[in-house]
């Protein structure tokens, strides 16, 4: 291991100030925030927080960023994101703005997955945050990042612990975007089904699309088909009373049973080993009464912070995954400070056995895969995360068939 500044090994450059009189809601061009960074996992994700994030001013064509270009953040809008790196995910369609740094490695000298997470260990971390200028929003620098400490083994070691840690977090990636696709896909079934009313009729033909029998309801102001009925959310949901909720000050890292809460950014909260707190009653739905998250759980679990409500189909004929899409199918403003009793007195379509418990079958297994995707993310995630030091400090080495597949 051998000791170098990083400004030895890397080229850090500010982004363009940006005028504030050109952002707009839509255009060719994504100005850059602190919103892209997913500093919990790491990654880059599109910032959905603002509606103005296109910039159709004129600007330098150096601020206009490539794929795989490296970037971090230069203010800390969050705790804990300075530090954090991500990679830019498409050529030609987002601006480097004055809040972030792009990073450019000396190739001879430092590998450019490596880099990434370098810069994101906590070695690098911890100098970031003890530099940092100490006001409510706290800022780094160029400079600073470049006065950063750090230790590197050769290059070729390099490569194959950055191509082993980006294999990992490829794999994240892969079971999210699998499950995000099967999410999409059940719902997609469920609206082609019950709000479109296309499901199979007996001929295996799109029932409304096919002439199906329509009869108008009054309640919905709208046609439904024949011999569904209609009531409330209210009268076929049940709710799990007895077990107490965690407070977030109890949540752990990790742990026996996942806790979920009404966070709208991440499916489990934390984890907790009090084996008197868990739901054993499944699968249910946990819903935000105050943030309006909507989460189908299928599986022991424990319920988080206040504000969380467990519930359950209290009619056979209704399937909680059928239950599930109706719930998050409404609208609710956010005038209510309480949004379970307004959710409560929500319509909702009651169909035929046969189309919910087909429905039920189907989504089941996408929730089921889902649910093995999460999981094996977490295992996964574990693995990196208690690797990454280790290699970095150098405490542990790699196998080289390993890391090379």
Not at 2 to 14: A, S
Not at 67 to 77: A, H, N, R, S, Y
Request: charged share 25%.
């Amino acid at each position: 291991m051998k000791k170098y500044k990083l400004g030895d090994l890397i080229e850090v450059t500010r982004g363009a100030s940006l005028s504030g009189d050109f952002y707009a809601s839509s255009g060719k061009y994504i100005r850059l925030t602190c919103g892209n960074f997913d500093y919990r996992n790491n990654s880059f994700k599109e910032n959905t927080s603002k509606d103005n994030l296109f910039y159709t001013g004129v600007f330098r064509t150096e601020f206009l960023l490539e794929k795989g270009d490296l970037i971090t953040p230069l203010t800390e809008q969050a705790i804990g994101l300075l530090g954090s790196t991500a990679w830019i995910p498409e050529s030609g369609k987002y601006i480097q703005s004055q809040d972030i740094a792009k990073i450019t490695c000396k190739e001879d000298l430092l590998d450019n997955k490596f880099a990434y997470y370098l810069i994101s260990s906590n070695m690098v971390k911890q100098q970031l945050s003890a530099a940092a200028q100490q006001t409510k929003i706290r800022h780094t620098s160029p400079d600073k990042i470049k006065d950063c400490t750090v230790w590197l083994p050769s290059l070729e070691k390099q490569k194959q612990i950055g191509q082993l840690l980006f294999d990992l977090d490829r794999k994240i990636e892969l079971n999210r975007a699998i499950n995000h696709n099967l999410e999409a896909m059940a719902k997609q079934l469920y609206d082609y089904w019950f709000v479109q009313f296309d499901f199979p009729d007996e001929n295996g033909k799109p029932y409304k699309s096919s002439g199906g029998k329509m009869v108008w309801n009054e309640k919905l102001k709208r046609e439904i088909p024949g011999g569904w009925e209609v009531t409330n959310i209210g009268s076929i949901l049940d709710k799990v009373f007895i077990t107490p909720r965690l407070s977030t000050d109890e949540y752990l890292p990790s742990g026996t049973y996942p806790i979920i809460d009404q966070a709208t950014d991440v499916y489990y909260a934390g984890f907790t080993e009090r084996e008197e707190a868990v739901v054993n009653q499944y699968p249910a739905i946990v819903f935000g009464d105050h943030s309006c998250a909507v989460k189908y759980v299928n599986f022991p679990f424990v319920r988080g912070a206040d504000g969380t409500q467990v519930i359950l189909s209290k009619d056979s004929n209704i399937p909680i995954e059928y239950l599930y899409y109706a719930m998050k199918g409404v609208k609710i403003g956010k005038g209510y400070a309480r949004h379970f009793s307004f959710l409560k007195e929500q319509p909702v379509i009651v169909p035929s056995e046969k189309e919910v418990k087909d429905f039920e079958d189907t989504a089941q297994t996408f929730f089921e895969q889902i649910t093995r995707n999460r999981k094996e993310i977490l295992s996964l995630t574990k693995q990196r995360d208690e690797l990454l030091p280790l290699l970095m400090n150098g405490q542990v080495s790699l196998n080289y068939d390993l890391s090379n597949g």
